[in-house]
């Protein structure tokens, strides 16, 4: 029986763990994974775009329209920890630019946003779009976004970008989400996504504290609709360590070694970022 995406429940878990299984099928290899959308999701015509390092399915059926982001790093190994916290988090917070930047502009003077990821979503934008338009011009269905870790980030600026072309973005899932810009920009998606976004947690996985440098003054923040699953200790302990020991971890990006000094307070709770854990905390047992 596939999972339902129920349209007038928000923030329903059956929709969690519908789009949560979606966001799995994204890692999936194109011929397998368009073949589970249908199968498992009831989605049909599921089909991959691809560009570079950013990856989007686009699925429907008669009553649903899905857009779910891959994560394009995966942050479990000692590798993805360092291109985490160097590359992606390390000095990226800034103005929009690019092809994109009034789009992004819109938000307002004071927004900040992730460089690396309005980048990413800049890549693959002019065809998901032109994906979307097509089928929502064929015949208008209710529009979800979803997306894990990275593609969750990505998840929520794919549907900043959809909202200004006038679609009406009807909810938005995250799993595992890392932060995307600044108050100013939280603030922005709450005002135009007011009960839409649903940002869902499990408490001992790191990467939605990321990013995390400069770890002494962090701008970065979330939106506000936070959906916590498992234990609740996990992250604070983290967030402890972090803030007691910022000045010799950023003493650490100095020297290039920060990765090493990071990784061994956060490997034993990576496995909290996988799927897998997130589908079973929402019911698939």
Known sequence: MPHQLVEDAFGDPRNALALASACQFTYFEPVSGAETFRSELGLDNAKLISVDNTQAYVADNDQHLVVAFRGSQDPTSLDGIKDWLLTNAYNLLVPPAGPLATEFAAAGVECRWHAGFVSAITEVWDQLHAEVDARQKA???CLWVTGHSLGGALALMGAWLLKRKFFNVHQVYTFGAPMVGNKAVAEAFDREFPGKIFRYVNTPDPVPLLPMVSLVTNEFTHC?????????????NLIAYLSTSA????????????????????KGKLLAHLLDDYRKLLGTG
């Open 139 to 141: 015949k208008e269905r």
């Open 224 to 236: 506000d609709r936070l959906i916590p699953l498992g234990e609740a200790e996990g992250a604070s």
């Open 247 to 266: 000045g010799e971890v950023v003493g650490g990006v100095l020297a290039g070694d920060v990765a090493e000094k990071v990784w061994g307070a956060i």
